[in-house]
């Protein structure tokens, strides 16, 4: 696996596969463009391929919620705040989580909303909002599954682009990272959704009246957690 600098988007990394079909360009979870090509093909060709694609691949980033720029003040999950923070100590862009405090630190001659800067910044928040998903989700699904009777396999933390969570036919629910920018309202819906598809594998009558016992404003909740986007 490979990698380059894009003026315009930042670090591209480059998955070559064997039997592989022209180049492919996606969004990975993490918010970073992720080009696959057939496994002779030279990075130089990738790199045309984004040239020639960049109009389509702004729409691919702001359709995957990744066009929205962090901010000064900004929250950061359950418990952090973001803070710039201008300096002339520092010559390039670096970040530091301190107390409830997600810092960024910028030289004078970088841009908070420059792709590098956004890049730094997402990977920080990624982290956090793993270590807080960590601590609250898995105790939280036991909680749940204990007041109304559910069984589930195991609990797995992930961060799937477009997915809250999803649960398998083996009784393992996943869950998104990004569920601790929700109210815990959300949280809560999210988390009994993938505990009724143990009993329901599907999204039948069945399975929303199955919802509705557990959650009675289940029809508010899910209009309410499409206003956020799962990505970071």
Known sequence: MTAFIDAEFGEITVQKRRGGKGVRIKVATNGRLVATAPLYTPVIFIKQVVHASREELRSLLERSGQSDLYAHGQSVGKHHTLAIVPTTMVKKPSTKVQRDTL???????????????????RDTVVTILRREAKHYLPERLKQLAL??????????????????????????????????????????????????????????????????????????????????????
Request: aromatic fraction near 10%; charge should be positive.
């Open 103 to 121: 810092l960024v630190y910028l030289p004078p001659d970088a841009a908070v909303d420059s792709n590098e800067v956004q890049q730094m910044i």
């Open 147 to 232: 007041a109304h009777n559910f069984g589930y396999e195991r609990i797995r933390l992930s961060h799937a682009a477009g997915r809250w969570g999803s649960c398998s036919s083996n009784g393992t629910i996943s869950l998104n990272i990004a569920l601790m920018k929700l109210p815990n309202e959300l949280i809560d819906y999210v988390i009994l959704h993938e505990l009724c598809h143990t009993r329901q594998m599907n999204h039948s009558p069945l399975f929303w009246k199955e919802v509705e016992r557990y959650d009675l404003h289940y029809r508010v909740h899910k209009r309410q957690v499409k206003r956020y986007t799962p990505s970071v």
